[in-house]
């Protein structure tokens, strides 16, 4: 069965957050160039969470760290931009129930950081990556958890159908662009778990709350984009 994403309000947008605006922003500021220290493993990226939190990161974790690839998908509706995020699947393991982009591990099988998105994509959420245009990389994003994510921001074109594996994915929704990419919804929170306390971003919009890796490849998105 096929989920449509959620309706999208006709509000008049800001010219900034236009489809158009966005995209011209995108192609002219990011690149499908990934730069040798992206992949690096000697290399420690300059985005991550340990950004936030530089006393709680592990010596040698970058070089340890498993490369994985995310799509930040923008949808180009005539209303405004909005990106396309998902809610991870009550059942499982790890980050149950928490919003994120479509992505996992790059498998040896796939032919790059792209390849690896596209494809997660359509495992995760049905995207038929004949409706994604991708644009270009944002920085690599090292997770406390050992994760060395690679962003790839692309287009998504509508009309567009979804098809949520519910093994991994409960629901996928679209959030506006002029809400995301907003400074002051970029919160700053502190969370304490088995006596360890961390920092983390943080988007509450409506009942979802956007937070951790997610609102700090968002946030990164905003850096690129409007700064």
């Known amino acids: 069965m096929t989920k449509p994403t959620d309706a999208i309000d ?18 002219a500021r990011l690149s499908l160039a990934l730069p040798d220290s992206a992949t690096d493993p000697a290399h420690k990226p300059r985005r991550g969470d340990h950004i936030l939190n530089p006393d709680l990161y592990k010596p040698g974790l970058a070089a340890i760290a498993t490369p ?16 396309l995020l998902t809610m991870r699947a009550r059942a499982l393991r790890r980050h149950a129930g928490q919003i994120a982009f479509p992505g996992g591990r790059i498998d ?10 596209l494809r997660e994509a359509e495992e995760e959420i049905g995207l038929d990556r004949r409706s994604v245009t991708p644009i270009g990389f944002l920085d690599p994003y090292l997770t406390h958890s050992g994760f060395r994510i ?19 994915v409960d629901e996928a929704f679209e959030v506006p662009m002029d809400f995301l990419m907003e400074p002051e ?40 984009l409007y700064t």
């Open 68 to 83: 994985a690839a995310v799509l930040v998908p923008i949808v180009a509706r005539p209303e405004g931009a909005t990106i």
């Open 10 to 27: 006709d509000t008049p947008v800001h010219p900034r957050f236009s489809a158009a605006d966005v995209r011209a922003r995108a192609v």
């Open 185 to 224: 919804n970029h919160r700053r929170d502190l969370r304490t778990r088995e006596g360890i306390t961390r920092a983390f971003y943080s988007m509450p919009y409506g009942e979802r709350n956007i937070w951790g890796v997610t609102a700090g490849i968002l946030h990164n998105l905003h850096e690129r």
């Open 108 to 117: 040896p099988e796939d032919d790059g950081a792209m390849a690896a998105a």
């Open 150 to 168: 690679l962003p790839l921001v692309a287009m998504v074109s509508t009309p567009f159908g979804l098809l949520c594996n519910p093994e991994e």
